[in-house]
């Protein structure tokens, strides 16, 4: 008994002992993390390359905040939370935000890690929403005439932020319209201001268009959504004023144009300007032109626009200024063949007449398919179509080509041409050449396939337009006759057909030359 108590007491005084030490709650060096806290701000979670420490922000975006924790945010931690400056904000490590107090507002995130010690990044943030300009009232307004180009300028305007007092930017820009007919030499000032206004002091040409823009940006850098764009004529000698106005061509990319202008009150010599429009450069200015009323012709080169006339008033200082001159296309592209005849001959390469009265047709714009299948083995140039077909496109029936063709207007046009038969079942005369005293056999041998009758056999003269031969077929599909070189012109194209029972027919052109005969005294 007195040894089992003895055992009992020397193993409690060893757990309690194990259970004391100690040794095993003093702090290890060791066991200590290095914990490292960096916050980030971001408009998007998901471009990453606008992650920064400060930047600024309208009014109305979403903010995001970044926490990274390293090494991980599994690290044993008391506390963690946002300030906003410095006030409670979010005790997430990862949060978006909207701002709606304007100003500059700083960020710090604070963690208390296992041991109370503290880890801080901060965040820095301007707030504000983007400038207002007023771009309804500014001087010059727009389109304001007979200003002096040799007197002093004033632009004005007027911008602000709402909610906050900030200073503010403008950029500015001068410059002198360009036209078609005229190019400008005025250096155009694009310049940054601190005041909403501006003062130019050097000269400007007269009668000329100058166009101004202005755009307001705040400290922080916001610009505004609006847009000042405006622009005011200079005016000229006592005595003289110009006309400007804008030529509208549609699609076309270059027309050139000649405009004249006769005054209505004497007959002198009408005053004629010609120049180039352009899809993109298509305004004109005329220059100084003595005041008056004028009869104004335009007319273009391209032969779809028709002239436009007009009644006009040239006024002391000012520039005359009409809506924009529409030229009016609405004449589709002409596709026809060399011969103007719907039904052609198979070949192996055929040509087409494609042509606009204004420039040439982009291929692009031209498509060509037999019947239902696209040919791309094709060209285009001067206005002539070059089609290439294939060996397995002959057929002892008609087939059909298709060709559309749109100009640069979208004004399109579509023609169904007939491919003749290029298989025969039947034989006839080649390429023959005689002497106007000979004569020569018209023949044709059918040797179709099918076991079809003939019902009509004809030879027509397609240069003169006139029937040679027609008769009923012959028991034997065949017929031949012998005709002298005197009943025909020196050259002409013939055309065998052979018309079977059943309404099939088939067709072949051939060229008959009649040469001058030779005598006894030439030999």
């Not at 240069?463 to 031949?480: A, H």
């Amino acid at each position: 008994m007195n040894f089992l108590k003895g055992f009992l007491v020397a193993v409690t005084a060893f757990l309690l002992q194990s259970c004391f030490n100690s040794d095993d709650h003093l702090f290890d060096a060791s066991q200590a993390v290095d914990i490292k806290v960096e916050t980030t701000l971001s408009n998007s979670m998901t471009d990453y390359s606008k992650i920064v420490k400060a930047d600024t922000f309208n009014i109305n975006d979403t903010v995001f905040f970044i926490t990274t924790i390293s090494p991980n945010k599994i690290i044993k931690v008391q506390d963690y939370q946002w300030l906003m400056d410095g006030k409670y904000c979010s005790s997430e490590y990862n949060f978006k935000k909207q701002i709606t107090e304007p100003g500059y507002h700083k960020f710090t995130f604070m963690l208390k890690d296992y041991f109370g010690d503290m880890h801080y990044d901060s965040l820095e943030i301007w707030i504000a929403p983007s400038p207002t300009l007023n771009d309804s009232t500014f001087t010059p307004a727009e389109g304001t005439q007979a200003i002096d180009p040799y007197e002093a300028i004033y632009f004005t305007w007027s911008a602000k932020t709402e909610g906050i007092k900030l200073a503010h930017r403008y950029s500015f820009t001068l410059s002198e319209q360009s036209y078609a007919n005229a190019k400008s030499t005025f250096t155009t000032i694009d310049t940054i201001l601190t005041e909403p206004h501006f003062i130019y002091h050097n000269k400007l040409n007269p009668l000329k268009k100058y166009n101004w823009t202005v755009q307001a940006i705040n400290e922080y850098g916001l610009i505004s959504e609006e847009k000042i764009e405006s622009f005011f004529f200079t005016k000229g000698l006592p005595g003289e004023g110009s006309f400007n106005s804008t030529i509208d061509i549609g699609n076309a990319t270059a027309v050139p144009v000649h405009l004249s202008l006769q005054n209505t009150r004497s007959q002198n010599t009408p005053i004629h300007y010609n120049f180039s429009i352009s899809k993109t450069n298509n305004e004109i200015s005329l220059g100084s032109i003595p005041t008056g009323d004028y009869h104004l012709a335009i007319s273009s080169d391209y032969s779809d626009f028709n002239e436009i006339i007009e009644d006009i008033s040239i006024n002391d200082g000012f520039i005359t200024t009409t809506r924009s001159i529409k030229f009016s296309d609405s004449i589709a592209p002409v596709i026809k063949t060399f011969s103007s005849h719907d039904t052609i001959a198979y070949a192996d390469t055929l040509q087409f007449i494609v042509k606009d009265g204004g420039e040439a047709i982009s291929l692009q714009n031209i498509s060509v398919n037999l019947e239902g299948e696209s040919i791309v083995d094709r060209t285009y140039k001067d206005s002539i179509l070059t089609v290439v077909l294939k060996k397995t496109d002959q057929s002892w029936a008609y087939r059909i080509l298709n060709i559309s063709a749109m100009d640069r207007s979208q004004n399109s046009a579509k023609k169904s041409f007939y491919i003749m038969p290029s298989t025969f079942w039947f034989e006839t005369n080649n390429d023959t050449t005689i002497a106007s005293n000979e004569s020569i056999d018209f023949f044709v041998i059918d040797h179709n396939p099918f076991d079809f009758k003939v019902d009509t056999i004809k030879f027509f003269n397609i240069t003169q337009n006139k029937s040679i031969i027609s008769i009923p077929g012959s028991k034997n599909n065949s017929y031949r006759a012998n005709l002298e070189a005197s009943l025909f012109e020196p050259e002409q194209t013939i055309q065998s057909t052979v018309i079977y029972t059943n309404g099939m027919q088939q067709s072949k052109n051939w060229t008959l030359t009649v040469t001058k005969a030779t005598s006894k005294e030439e030999e």
